[in-house]
């Protein structure tokens, strides 16, 4: 815990030094949970015109598209302990802003599952911006009621229903056990099939597209007293 004890033990010599690189334009960084809407996020937040990063101690296959893929650094028997202390401080002198989800941020977890207290503390004492974003459950199969969607879609095949299953992992779903009564009634009315199709994408399209984002994300700086860029 060396980068931590000397913020601790150092404010006038390493806080001052955070504290003078908060006067330049804004920097923000989006880490470090390695998921697809990462990049995103911070995509649509640099089209605000702010210097926007991604950061990274683990990727799997889903992407590894991150400007800071630190996952052979962290996977070090040696250096891999101490690497979020120097990034910590290293991200405290670069940005004014972070982006975590609320299970984890760049100092290890004290606890599972939850973030480290300590790191908001230094945010705090440090006056950064610091934004959490919630995800959805765990990304396995059995959180996500995987095995009741394989068994209604192989019950359907059996009686002749013409299905294809691609199945995209990690989705969540609280309503497992409606799938088959739902995947029936969608194989046999193949109209609104396509309708619900054409429907979820202007969806996609109107909330989810990173200009539809960026397009919410002043309003959300503004409701919590934090300027745009």
Same mark, same amino acid.
């Given at each position: =815990? ?5 913020? +601790? ?21 989006? &880490?470090?949970?390695? =998921? ?10 640099? !089209?605000?015109? +702010? ?5 990274a101690y683990e990727t799997y296959f889903i992407t590894d598209d991150f400007d800071y893929d630190l996952s052979r650094c962290h996977k070090s028997s040696g250096f891999g302990m101490l690497l979020p202390y120097f990034v910590f401080v290293w991200a405290c002198w670069r940005f004014g802003r972070f982006h975590f989800f609320c299970h984890v941020g760049l100092l290890p977890q004290h606890e599972r599952g939850q973030f480290n207290r300590f790191e908001l503390a230094l945010h ?5 911006? +610091? ?6 459950? @765990? ?13 209604? +879609?192989?019950?359907?095949? &059996? $009686? ?19 799938? $088959?009564?739902?995947?029936? $009634?969608?194989? !046999? @009315?193949?109209?609104?099939?396509? !309708? ?22 002043? !309003?959300?700086?503004? @409701? ?6």
């Amino acid at each position: =815990m060396l980068a931590a004890t000397i913020l +601790v033990i150092s404010p006038g010599g390493i806080g001052r030094l955070l504290y003078r690189r908060q006067e330049g334009p804004l920097r923000s960084l989006w &880490a470090d949970t390695p =998921m697809l809407i990462l990049p995103t996020n911070a995509k649509a937040e640099s !089209d605000l015109g +702010v210097h926007t990063a991604t950061l990274a101690y683990e990727t799997y296959f889903i992407t590894d598209d991150f400007d800071y893929d630190l996952s052979r650094c962290h996977k070090s028997s040696g250096f891999g302990m101490l690497l979020p202390y120097f990034v910590f401080v290293w991200a405290c002198w670069r940005f004014g802003r972070f982006h975590f989800f609320c299970h984890v941020g760049l100092l290890p977890q004290h606890e599972r599952g939850q973030f480290n207290r300590f790191e908001l503390a230094l945010h705090r004492w440090l006056g950064k911006q +610091v934004f959490f974003w919630t995800c959805s459950a @765990d990304n396995h199969r059995h959180f996500k009621g995987t095995g009741y969607l394989l068994a209604a +879609v192989d019950r359907l095949k &059996a $009686e002749g229903y013409p299905l294809e299953l691609r199945l995209v992992e990690r989705i969540p779903n609280d309503r497992a056990e409606q799938l $088959e009564s739902v995947l029936r $009634e969608l194989a !046999d @009315d193949r109209r609104r099939l396509h !309708d619900l199709g054409v429907r979820g994408r202007r969806y996609v399209e109107k909330y989810f597209t990173p200009g539809a984002f960026a397009q919410r994300l002043p !309003d959300a700086y503004q @409701d919590l007293g934090a300027n745009c860029a």
